[in-house]
């Protein structure tokens, strides 16, 4: 709709500005009474040479559209009142007709790359971990209903020092049966144990450095402890994962790279880019600390396989981006990982996105594996689903298939919880907050949509004649917002904010019940086909909302 008002706009002012640049002038008035749509005049009063409210005035004695039932002039604005017949059945009919596929783009337009989640093995999941993965499911998500096919990829922390670290304290205080039984809860004791006694003792962090060596090496026992730590790992990691219901394409970590790096030092070094620092090499940036390629012992970096890996994805799904969610702590790695891409020669950097996001806190401060302070996300996920349990036994005790109904209310707030923020926003960690199921949270949303299944399930009749003009005045607001969904969904890709949807979601829940609390009473003849109608919609663009968000949406709680 706006598009259509930013046309006849701009065919009022003789072109002055261009559509795109109203567009993004227009305003929501701040009450329903001044217009569905406004648009300033004050940044043309300089241009034109004349006042604001004249330029209105001209506007609205010019302006000619079919869906713009009334204009008004206030001050310097252009207060425009849409059609509401003509909007609300144009709206309701698509929806009906499109179901699901509302919002989505058909044409497709190629492959996008996520990398995201990311745990390190041998290390427990953490809360610290949800972040990355809820943020780049649901980006992955958006991504498809924009028409991208998306590819998801774990890249495991399967590399690095810090298995020389863990091979180390292995070898010196690992019992092998206690670890079979429980390898990620063992594997972190030892873990920690390293990092208090490599505070006494540096020389553990020698052997860590040599232990990592051979490793890089290919040493024999070493590889078979690491390829043992890692599928431990992956067994509970796919357990989280199938609880979240997240499904990846690749768990290639940066093991995988191994072999791949060479040939990109190999490229840095004909091109004249690595340069010897302190017995390393580097890639010299501008304005930024240079990159490092490797280190005095020869041993590669994250930035190293983080650039075969780049390589390797843009070759392997040819990519129209690549997404990195990844915490605003590696803003740096990223900038400095896509600029040595670009002074290789290669366009396609700019195809490269970071997409940071804040911190999960405990009592504000960072969670920290090594300290052994971290909350363990399966913890956190099994308490949700009990919890939920425990709400439907106490409210609904009669519910069919409470203990599949209780998982969905249960991870669907957990993850909510997450995604209802600002991504760049630090988020305190409180199980009480999380587990609140009033308000703005994922349950919230959940029983509008499980309310209308119910309310469309006992009319028998989901409603498929729109006659708007029987809705009410509060269906008004929602039918607004039900044909911004689209539009939302665009947004939140092109920005990478899944909040975006979280919050539309909010908003029209609270709209819905608004209107629901008014219009109860859905038996006259003239009003029950329509607004079985309306209800149909709203339910299925909450469904839709909440898949994007990774969350399920239960017909009955």
């Known amino acids: 709709m706006h598009t259509q008002i930013a046309k006849s706009i701009a065919e009022a002012l003789k072109n002055e500005l261009s559509v795109n640049e109203i567009q993004h002038l227009l305003e929501k008035p701040k009450k329903l009474d001044l217009g569905d749509v406004a648009f300033p005049c004050f940044i043309l009063a300089k241009k034109l040479g004349k006042s604001p409210h004249s330029i209105a005035s001209e506007i609205k004695n010019n302006i000619s559209c079919e869906i713009v039932q009334d204009v008004q002039v206030v001050g310097g604005y252009v207060n425009i009142f849409y059609h509401q017949p003509m909007i609300t059945k144009q709206v309701l009919s698509q929806i009906v007709k499109e179901k699901n596929l509302y919002g989505t783009k058909q044409e497709p337009k190629g492959n996008v790359v996520f990398d995201f989640s990311s745990p390190n093995i041998a290390k427990p999941f953490s809360m610290g971990h949800l972040r990355s993965t809820v943020i780049g499911n649901a980006l992955a998500n958006i991504a498809e209903k924009n028409g991208y ?47 208090e006694e490599a505070e006494k003792d540096d020389a ?3 052997q860590a450095r040599a232990a990592f060596k051979a490793l890089e090496d290919g040493d024999e026992e070493t590889f078979a402890l690491w390829q043992w730590f890692r599928d431990a790992s992956l067994v509970e990691f796919k357990t989280i994962y199938q609880l979240l219901g997240i499904e990846f394409d690749s768990f290639d970590g940066e093991a995988f790279y191994n072999d791949k790096m060479a040939a990109v030092v190999k490229e840095l070094e004909e091109k004249q880019l690595l340069v010897k620092s302190d017995g390393a090499y580097v890639v010299e940036l501008d304005n930024m600390p240079p990159c490092l390629i490797t280190k005095t012992d020869g041993a590669t970096l994250y930035a190293t396989r983080d650039l075969a890996a780049a390589f390797y994805r843009k070759q392997r799904y040819e990519p129209k981006k690549i997404f990195y969610v990844v915490g605003n702590e590696q803003s740096l790695h990223f900038t400095q990982l896509f600029k040595v891409i670009e002074k290789m020669g290669y366009n396609w950097a700019i195809d490269l996105q970071h997409v940071p996001f804040g911190m999960i806190l405990q009592e504000g401060k960072k969670m920290s594996t090594r300290k052994g302070k971290i909350v363990l996300l399966a913890d956190v996920l099994k308490e949700a689903i009990a919890t939920a349990k425990r709400n439907i036994d106490e409210k609904n005790p009669m519910l069919e298939k409470k203990d599949s109904i209780a998982h969905q209310v249960g991870v669907g707030a957990v993850i909510f919880n997450d995604l209802k923020n600002d991504r760049l926003h630090d988020i305190e960690f409180s199980i009480e907050h999380m587990m609140n199921f009033e308000g703005e949270t994922g349950p919230y949303i959940q029983y509008t949509y499980a309310r209308i299944s119910s309310l469309l399930e006992k009319a028998e009749d989901n409603g498929n004649e729109v006659s708007c003009e029987t809705l009410g005045e509060q269906a008004w607001p929602v039918i607004l917002l039900l044909e911004q969904f689209p539009n939302v969904i665009t947004n939140a890709f092109e920005q990478a904010d899944p909040s975006q949807i979280a919050k539309y979601a909010l908003q029209l829940a ?38 994007l968000l990774g969350i399920e949406a239960p017909k009955n709680m």
């Not at 298995?163 to 030892?190: M, N, S």
């Open 510 to 547: 609270r709209l819905f019940n608004k209107y629901y609390a008014q219009n109860k009473e859905l038996v006259a003849d003239n009003q029950r086909s329509s607004r079985l109608a309306f209800c149909q919609c709203v339910s299925v663009v909450l469904k839709e909302s909440l898949a």
């Open 149 to 195: 096919k998306a590819i998801r990829i774990n890249h495991l922390g399967d590399w690095g020092t810090q298995f020389g670290k863990l091979i180390v304290a292995y070898k010196k205080w690992g019992d092998r049966q206690k670890i079979e039984a429980a390898p990620i809860k063992e594997l972190l004791k030892i873990y920690v144990q390293f990092h």
């Open 204 to 206: 553990l962090n020698e």
